[in-house]
């Protein structure tokens, strides 16, 4: 099964940290995930930038609005994301509770859903291409 992993920074906790310190987590995400590809367990993972950088557009009525970020209200940030392989949602907690952020943050685990079954379910042509699945 695949899961996506989601990370959630506080800043707050992260910018009171020394230099050396987090120099030092990062180092070791970086490690934890080249062991976990090594395995098997992690197909892809990516770092987003600040979430001042983001943007978001909304269509109402056929007109689209976009916003500048940050949009969180919230205490923890969205980070990153991973994506891996788990035989089941236990077995990806374990995985996730592994990642250096969730000492300054938050993991959040989610089971992906097979698209291929969704596009069955309701009735739209197969994906021309693998990575159409992506883009869907």
């Known amino acids: 099964m695949q ?29 934890h995930a080249d062991e976990l590809r090594r395995q098997g367990k992690l197909l892809y993972s990516q770092q987003l930038a600040e979430p001042e950088t983001a943007r978001r557009i909304r269509v109402r009525n056929g007109q689209m609005a976009a916003f500048d970020g940050p949009f969180a209200e919230a205490k923890e940030l969205l980070g990153g994301f991973n994506l891996i392989e788990a035989a089941d949602m236990d077995e990806a907690m374990e995985i996730a509770a592994q990642f250096p952020w969730a000492r300054t943050g938050s993991v959040e685990v989610r089971a992906i859903q097979d698209i291929g079954e969704v596009r069955r379910r309701v009735g739209a042509r197969p994906a021309e291409h693998e990575l159409d699945v992506w883009a869907a």
Not at 3 to 31: H, K, W
């Open 3 to 31: 899961f996506i992993v989601l990370i959630y920074n506080d800043p707050t906790l992260l910018e009171s940290l020394p230099q050396d310190a987090a120099d030092d987590m990062m180092r070791g995400c970086i490690n």
